[in-house]
């Protein structure tokens, strides 16, 4: 099946999409870019693209802080996304990956203002990202998350990436499955690719936006869910390193591990270890919605007919 791409303005096979090694994103990280998730739906025999319009919204605001000015609206990208979908008439769950770069074949130029852009996005077959038919084991990284003040976390700045590529290798390496990140106060932050919940005597509570956290798309999902499908409080706030080993429950949520459970966290099992009874249900939810089989969210799916069919 020939996978294609849509760079440059044109749709064009995946492996005629090409950079030169002068481009500027390659050299300083200069790229804005998103994951979204493409769920195959084989009783619909459709791809269902996961709120690919807040993915897209996300995309510009890092666009505006890189300052670049791609000539194409949310309603195009999110246009250009079903289209190229579409063509790739691909039959599995999906990873799709728009990215907006410095195209500007410049070198040892550190000015925005004189640098290009350019737009691509393109898919790949994904299947699971983490393991999560059980419960993973997480380390805290010696790595702490980059601040505000240094490269804004808000968005999804390329080159603000090897921070936690730096603490995803070294737990990897460590045999952990995932690493979870302190900000610069020593608070809990997020996991190197996710957003972290913890449950205690049936409150849950996240990380606050000002902890430096990226304000996750899957975050939000389960947000709603916590709040409209269990009716349990959900608490924004500054959370501590201890608080994470004394939980009954830890979970990690993002576009690529989608709902992960924690079931140990330094060598400390969370409770028991298994998944706990809130996370159970909160995933059994949260799998229905993304798979396009729950008609109450079904405004988050955006579906797709591989080749038009
Ligand atoms: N934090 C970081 C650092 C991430 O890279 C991601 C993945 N995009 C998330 C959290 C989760 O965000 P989302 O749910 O929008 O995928």
Request: aromatic share 8%; glycine share 6%; proline share 4%.
């Given at each position: 099946?020939?996978?294609?791409?849509?760079?440059?303005?044109?749709?064009?096979?995946?492996?005629?999409?090409?950079?030169?090694?002068?481009?500027?994103?390659?050299?300083?990280?200069?790229?804005?870019?998103?994951?979204?998730?493409?769920?195959?739906?084989?009783?619909?025999?459709?791809?269902?693209?996961?709120?690919?319009?807040?993915?897209?919204?996300?995309?510009?605001?890092?666009?505006?802080?890189?300052?670049?000015?791609?000539?194409?609206?949310?309603?195009?990208?999110?246009?250009?996304?079903?289209?190229?979908?579409?063509?790739?008439?691909?039959?599995?769950?999906?990873?799709?990956?728009?990215?907006?770069?410095?195209?500007?074949?410049?070198?040892?130029?550190?000015?925005?203002?004189?640098?290009?852009?350019?737009?691509?996005?393109?898919?790949?077959?994904?299947?699971?990202?983490?393991?999560?038919?059980?419960?993973?084991?997480?380390?805290?990284?010696?790595?702490?998350?980059?601040?505000?003040?240094?490269?804004?976390?808000?968005?999804?700045?390329?080159?603000?990436?090897?921070?936690?590529?730096?603490?995803?290798?070294?737990?990897?390496?460590?045999?952990?499955?995932?690493?979870?990140?302190?900000?610069?106060?020593?608070?809990?932050?997020?996991?190197?690719?996710?957003?972290?919940?913890?449950?205690?005597?049936?409150?849950?509570?996240?990380?606050?936006?000002?902890?430096?956290?990226?304000?996750?798309?899957?975050?939000?999902?389960?947000?709603?869910?916590?709040?409209?499908?269990?009716?349990?409080?959900?608490?924004?706030?500054?959370?501590?390193?201890?608080?994470?080993?004394?939980?009954?429950?830890?979970?990690?949520?993002?576009?690529?591990?989608?709902l992960t459970p924690v079931g140990q966290i330094d060598h400390r099992n969370i409770r028991d270890g298994e998944v706990g009874p809130i996370t159970k249900e909160l995933s059994r939810l949260y799998f229905q919605i993304v798979r396009g089989d729950n008609s109450k969210y079904i405004d988050f799916c955006t579906p797709v007919s591989p080749n038009g069919k």
């Open positions: 099946m020939p996978a294609i791409a849509y760079h440059k303005g044109s749709f064009m096979p995946l492996e005629e999409a090409k950079v030169g090694i002068m481009t500027h994103a390659l050299h300083y990280g200069t790229a804005v870019f998103e994951g979204i998730r493409g769920n195959w739906n084989s009783d619909h025999e459709k791809v269902y693209i996961f709120r690919l319009r807040e993915h897209m919204e996300r995309l510009l605001q890092g666009c505006s802080i890189l300052r670049m000015t791609l000539p194409l609206s949310v309603d195009d990208l999110c246009n250009l996304t079903i289209q190229m979908v579409e063509k790739c008439g691909y039959t599995e769950d999906l990873y799709i990956r728009p990215v907006a770069y410095k195209s500007a074949e410049k070198v040892a130029n550190l000015k925005l203002p004189e640098l290009e852009d350019d737009f691509f996005v393109l898919a790949i077959p994904f299947g699971k990202y983490l393991d999560s038919d059980g419960a993973i084991k997480c380390c805290t990284s010696s790595w702490r998350r980059t601040d505000d003040t240094m490269i804004p976390p808000r968005v999804k700045l390329a080159g603000i990436y090897i921070n936690s590529i730096l603490a995803k290798s070294d737990a990897v390496l460590s045999g952990f499955d995932e690493a979870i990140l302190l900000n610069q106060d020593g608070h809990v932050c997020e996991g190197s690719g996710e957003n972290i919940f913890i449950i205690k005597d049936g409150t849950i509570s996240t990380p606050s936006l000002d902890s430096n956290v990226l304000p996750g798309i899957t975050r939000d999902t389960v947000k709603t869910l916590i709040q409209k499908e269990l009716g349990l409080n959900l608490v924004e706030r500054s959370i501590d390193r201890s608080e994470l080993y004394l939980a009954d429950e830890v979970f990690l949520t993002g576009t690529a591990a989608h």
